[in-house]
């Protein structure tokens, strides 16, 4: 059934007369779809998305399908900010390319995804002051703490939706919890356990304590330390309701629902308004809320042999001296070091949803008069490596090192 249906939309769209009508009548299939996501394969929802996608584009921006955003490095987030502010319905229902200014690279996807890359850390730097930061899972959560600029929720819940409307990766460290809450999922004591592991370890201990003694001797009440270290009542007169073995799953529970809704409300929903705003049509729902996680953070679980099985070469044989050298080289590499070549070669670190086994890239000859003095150079929206065909493999890994180590400001187009 999964692989008819897309197929019937994929051949339905390829003809002009149909849209008006498939778009309603898809609207419908849609609806009742969202009942039973589980219909669909990974695969399946995500074309269903790019299809959609392709179709609001198509009938709400004309003969104009491209939204320009120009932003200066140095500035991103001022600019970025300064732009979703002032932008309407319509510019962001358009494809979105990204123009770093002062640089000549042209956005066919490569640029657009750097872009969402480098803000996300960049938003979510400690010192930025928008989100609580937890330690002990270097995941992030929305902070109950008035921040500096008050839309910024509802700003970054428009990232979102931008990115995910243009099937980008916006690797916000956000846990499981969030997705959930987007699809209506409430968020459960293994998700507090994610995010904060030793709060919610200390809580499967009250939930597992044997004897309900050591339960009052530990003297909790039904309150809850902020991140502020102010303490918040989970109940009235929670301060002087006292934790027992007949009242701890209670207990447990408000703490659970505190941190994941009360206290972040406002933020939340500021959010999911933004993320509506950005992202105008409703096929997210068709996700599950780890599939969501996925086509949004990409994975971060990586398979390097498969990458090495998956790569096309152009103008090189694979067993050329210089790919062998590339390749020993590579798998030498620190984790931290792989991980900064996907982002040279793809504009991210992470691994888009559909996985290891269906990344490719290609590596080709950049035929260089003196290929000893050039440095390799990657597209990132066609995903090609261009690798000078070096004399030794020393020269090809210092080569490469430098392109890794600069690779934000370093040949991306």
């Keep these: 059934m999964q692989c008819s249906l897309v197929s019937f939309l994929v051949l339905t769209l390829q003809v002009p007369s149909f849209k008006l009508y498939f778009s ?3 609207q419908l299939v ?12 990974m695969d399946d929802k995500i074309s269903t998305l790019e299809l959609q996608a392709n179709l609001s584009r198509q009938f709400t921006a004309g003969t104009n399908m491209i939204s320009e955003l120009h932003v200066r490095r140095e500035h991103l987030i001022q600019d970025t900010l300064q732009c979703l502010r002032t932008a309407g319905a319509n510019w962001l229902q358009h494809m979105l390319q990204v123009c770093f200014e002062g640089e000549p690279g042209i956005d066919e996807g490569g640029v657009g995804q750097e872009f969402f890359k480098i803000l996300a850390r960049e938003l979510c730097a400690p010192e930025e002051k928008i989100f609580r930061h937890f330690e002990d899972s270097h995941l992030i959560w929305f902070s109950r703490q008035a921040p500096a600029e ?12 931008l990115a995910f409307y243009n099937m980008k990766i916006a690797a916000f460290p956000f846990p499981l919890a969030l997705f959930k809450k987007m699809l209506n999922f409430q968020p459960t004591l293994e998700d507090l356990k994610e995010l904060s592991p030793n709060l919610g370890r200390n809580l499967q201990e009250v ?14 009440d039904f309150t809850i330390s902020g991140e502020d270290g102010v303490d918040t009542e989970l109940k ?3 301060a002087a309701i006292f934790v027992t073995k007949y009242n701890r799953k209670e207990y447990v529970d408000a703490c659970v629902n505190y941190l994941f809704n009360d206290s972040v409300k406002k933020q939340f929903e500021d959010f999911m308004r933004g993320f509506e705003k950005g992202c105008p049509i409703k096929h997210w729902k068709l996700f599950l809320p780890a599939e ?30 210089t790919i062998k050298n590339f ?4 798998h030498d590499l620190p984790e931290k070091k792989k991980k900064e070549f996907l982002a040279f070669l793809t504009g991210t670190d992470c691994i888009p949803a559909k996985g290891m086994a269906r990344f490719t890239f290609t590596i080709m000859d950049s035929r260089q008069e003196d290929p000893d003095l050039s440095y390799p150079n990657a597209s990132t929206c066609y ?12 020269i090809l890994k210092k080569m490469l090192l430098h392109a890794l180590e600069n690779h934000e400001t370093f040949g991306l187009s």
């Excluded at 849609?30 to 394969?41: A, G, K, S």
């Excluded at 939930?207 to 909790?220: Q, R």
């Excluded at 390749?327 to 590579?330: C, T």
């Design 150 to 161: 008050e839309d910024i929720y509802f700003l970054i819940g428009n990232l979102f939706g």
């Design 30 to 41: 849609f609806q009742i779809l969202t009942q039973v996501p589980c219909i669909f394969d």
């Design 24 to 26: 309603l009548s898809f």
């Design 236 to 238: 009235e007169n929670g």
């Design 207 to 220: 939930l597992d304590e044997p004897f309900g003694d050591n339960i009052e001797n530990l003297e909790l």
């Design 383 to 394: 995903k090609i490596l261009q690798l000078p065909r070096y004399t030794t493999r020393d």
């Design 292 to 321: 969501l996680q996925v086509v949004l953070l990409g994975h971060t679980e990586y398979n390097w042999q498969q990458l090495e099985k998956n790569v096309k070469y152009k103008d090189y044989e694979e067993s050329d001296e």
């Design 327 to 330: 390749w020993a080289v590579f």
